[in-house]
């Protein structure tokens, strides 16, 4: 509705959300930390994805809110003139159109999870909940003399094995999203 829609305050809307996406992670630590502590979330890998949905949710909207604005408006009309639903139009219409920015948005969402850290260590305590940065963060050397460089180098490299198939996987649907829009 956002990318399609034109209504009074459209604007604000999306400045809105996009503000709620730039909010640093800290000032909401407190007031998640409490929610999720009454939803008896804390310790779970659940408490981790709705923290993530903070920031996740306003950030796609705002993305793909362009996505869907770019769509020439007299192909709309004509597929509903040709007696086209609304979800018809959506899944044969604008699919099609605006997936490269739905994989470019999912990557970078994808990325920034994946390399969340604040929540993971607040939200998590046990190591089956941990996620993979807080586990590196927290591996110790037997001694406090020793630092334990190769251990951490492995698990590091290990934890970017995942981003880097996908980033592959999808390199040309990445770089289209991202230049979507940008020839016109």
Known sequence: ALGRISFRGRGLVLASLLGCSMLPQIALLSGLFTLISRLGLYNRL???????????VPFAIWLL??????IPQDLDDAA?????????RLIMIYLPLIWPGIVATGLLIFMNCWNEFLFALTFTLSDSARTLPVSIGLISAPSRFELPFGIIMSASLLAIVPPVLLVL???HRIAAGLTAGAVK
Request: hydrophobic content about 55%; glycine content about 10%; some cysteine.
């Open 80 to 88: 509903s003139l040709d007696g086209c639903g609304l979800l018809r």
């Open 46 to 56: 659940e408490s981790l994805i709705f923290a993530d949905l903070f920031f996740a």
């Open 65 to 70: 809110a362009g996505f869907f604005r770019d």
């Open 169 to 171: 996987l999808f390199q």
